[in-house]
């Protein structure tokens, strides 16, 4: 009787430990200012936002996060307007109206069907200029994660760098509008395009970073993703799309995006920190009844994309627009090229074919965000490309 017992509390505790640990899939926590007219702008709004199972008994209410300068702060959950309480709880662990309870991703992704994204958002006034590290760390990280050791054992952790200086108008964090998971299938080049929006006049670049432990410091438990024979991980710098030819192996893998940031005023540059994302690859078999996307990201898959190659550019510039079957009417309708400070430098009237080529000759060396907006008004393409010299 005895050694029942023992094995149903160890299985209890097992299955509790799991239902506990396996909720986080991918996050990142960004920041804006909102003193924008003294300088240096000293108070900024905290937003840590996380992707999670919803099949998991775990979910949180409130987060607390480190903001980097001795204090701390319990952030709730933001509330949104068509959500319902149930007896003024969430239905999960009891949180009280009017905190919020997540929404589902949409769309569903074919890999992750019940995941959703949460939101918690404060207010920290800073003392004075410095850099802080911005964190939130929650234990703990999802399990069966193949490049993570004992990743159910490994706390979740989330951070981002803030840097307070004597700019005007203080300091907007990048901001990773993709969703932070892609379905990949084993042996196939897998793309991922995080679509990363930043300040007007910001100077970005974009690397693989490590998982970081609670410390800040590189996890020693993690590696990069394995790539097939002769294969490669790459991350476009200037984009921070990504390249992985190819998963090797069926199995959850994560990756971290980081981007660093600068900003030049009055023949200035000023670093402005970086901005971290934690995002999970799912690699399925692929076959005709596995949802695996034959190496395209859910969050890519639209009727029309825009792709900008090479990049950086030693010459000319090739506008790709890729159009599915049946929508030739969604070519878009015009391309707009502006330099760091916001002015227009070309505007060019579509509707155009699959590709436009912009000569290089037209551009001098330097940094360029285009902007192109589909014929049917619905969708807005934005980015940047370099120009070497």
Not at 56 to 62: G, L, Y
Not at 141 to 169: K, M, T
Not at 241 to 266: F, G, H, M
Not at 370 to 388: E, N
């Amino acid at each position: 009787m005895k050694k029942y017992i023992t094995i149903c509390l160890l299985l209890f505790l097992f299955i509790a430990k799991e239902g506990y640990s396996t909720h986080n899939v991918a996050g990142q926590i960004t920041y804006l200012p909102l003193d924008t007219i003294n300088s240096p702008c000293l108070q900024y709004e905290i937003t840590v936002t996380t992707y999670t199972d919803m099949t998991s008994q775990s979910d949180r209410c409130s987060l607390t996060v480190d903001f980097g300068d001795g204090t701390s702060a319990v952030l709730n959950r933001v509330y949104y307007a068509n959500q319902q309480p149930a007896g003024g709880t969430n239905g999960f662990i009891g949180c009280s109206f009017p905190i919020g309870n997540g929404v589902p991703v949409s769309p569903v992704l074919s890999c992750f069907n019940t995941l959703k994204k949460n939101e918690y958002i404060g207010v920290h006034a800073y003392a004075g200029p410095g850099s802080y590290v911005i964190r939130m760390k929650d234990p703990n990280n999802a399990v069966g994660i193949c490049n993570i050791v004992n990743s159910v054992n490994v706390q979740f952790v989330l951070q981002s760098l803030l840097v307070i200086n004597a700019i005007p108008g203080g300091n907007t964090s990048a901001f990773f509008n993709a969703i932070p998971v892609g379905c990949a299938c084993a042996n196939t080049c897998f793309y991922y395009q995080p679509n990363i929006s930043f300040a007007p006049g910001d100077s970005t670049y974009c690397f693989l970073a490590s998982y970081t432990d609670t410390t800040g410091l590189p996890y020693s438990g993690y590696s990069s993703p394995p790539v097939g024979t002769n294969g490669w991980l790459w991350i476009n710098p200037a984009t921070g799309d990504i390249e992985w030819c190819s998963p090797p192996a069926i199995c959850r893998y994560d990756l971290c995006i980081r981007v660093n940031q600068w900003k030049t005023v009055l023949g200035k540059t000023y670093y402005l920190g970086y901005s971290t994302l934690v995002m999970q690859v799912v690699v399925s078999a692929p076959s005709g009844t596995n949802p695996c996307s034959a190496g395209i990201s859910e969050s890519s898959k639209e009727t029309m994309s825009l792709n900008v190659y090479p990049n950086p550019a030693s010459g000319d510039i090739r506008f790709v627009f890729n159009v599915a079957s049946g929508s030739s009417d969604n070519i878009a309708a015009s391309l707009e090229i502006s330099d760091l400070t916001g002015r227009c430098l070309r505007k060019i009237k579509g509707p155009f074919s699959e590709q436009f080529i912009l000569s290089k000759g037209q551009l001098p060396a330097g940094t360029y965000f285009y902007t192109s907006s589909a014929a049917d008004k619905k969708r807005l393409f934005q980015g940047k490309f370099l120009v070497l010299p």
